[in-house]
Nanobody, 129 residues
């Protein structure tokens, strides 16, 4: 099974920025998503990327103007860039991966939590008001 190791996160004031990293131990999957879970709330999709086609990206409406997802193939790493952070962004952030078909991608399934097989350990992002 793919091993995903996360890094980054931390505490930042509102309006600040952070970068989260998700490094894969091997090339197994072709699709990586970022999810977050705030206290007392359900886990929700944040962003995703189809690694063979880096222009194929997805964002939740709540973050699409502020966050960016990129990849570095040489490092087997996907990044989530968080900008203009707000208190509502406070959550534990998880990366996840799966092997995806184009049909699945085209069907708008990127934020289906149950479709992902490998998960990172999670990293905390705390935004102070």
């Amino acid at each position: 099974q793919e091993q995903l190791v996360q890094s980054g996160g931390g505490s930042v004031q509102a309006g600040g920025s952070l970068r989260l990293s998700c490094e894969a131990s091997r090339i197994t999957y072709n699709f990586v998503g970022w999810f977050r879970q705030a206290p007392g709330k359900e886990r929700e999709g944040v962003a995703a990327i189809f690694t063979p086609r880096t222009d194929t990206k997805f964002y939740a409406d709540s973050v699409k103007d502020r966050f960016g997802i990129t990849q570095d193939n040489a490092k087997n790493t996907v990044y989530l860039h968080l900008h203009s952070l707000k208190s509502d962004d406070t959550a534990t952030y998880y990366c996840a991966a799966r092997d995806a078909s184009w049909a699945w991608i085209a069907g708008g399934n990127w934020n289906r939590i149950g479709d992902y097989g490998a998960w990172g350990q999670g990293t905390q992002v705390t935004v102070s008001a």
